[in-house]
């Protein structure tokens, strides 16, 4: 079953790290990307520019509506993903507590739905 993998974290405290701290994070998230990737459960997965550079979009009675920014407040942002495949939910999450993001955000893991999902 495919799963993504959400990692929410406050984009202010990225202006406040060290290099050395920022240069520690990205070692680690490199070595988790290896490591899923080595176990072949890996799908896909990007980092995501800053929230200021989001666009949300709303169709209201046919009327298109773009505002800057995310579509909710809130003190965490989305800030990548990974997509992957593994048997089921316990999996997921304990390749989630793996990820760097759970260690100083959170990540949210939502069942993708597949084919037959629509079919019910």
């Known amino acids: 079953m495919q799963y993504l993998l959400m990692i929410y974290r406050d984009e202010s405290q990225a202006a406040t790290m060290s290099d050395q701290d920022r240069g520690a994070m990205l070692a680690a ?42 579509f909710a407040e809130t003190k965490e942002q989305l800030g990548g993903y990974y997509l ?26 939502r069942p993708v739905m597949g084919h037959e999902d629509y079919a019910q």
């Open 29 to 70: 998230y490199g070595a988790f990307t290896q490591e899923i990737k080595k176990e072949g459960i890996m799908l896909a997965g990007d980092a995501l520019k800053p929230v200021a550079t989001a666009t949300t979009v709303r169709v209201r009675s046919g009327d298109v509506m773009h505002t800057d920014g995310p």
């Open 84 to 109: 992957i495949e593994v048997p089921n939910l316990d999996d997921a999450l304990k390749v989630a507590a793996r990820l760097p993001g759970s260690w100083y955000g959170s990540v949210e893991v």
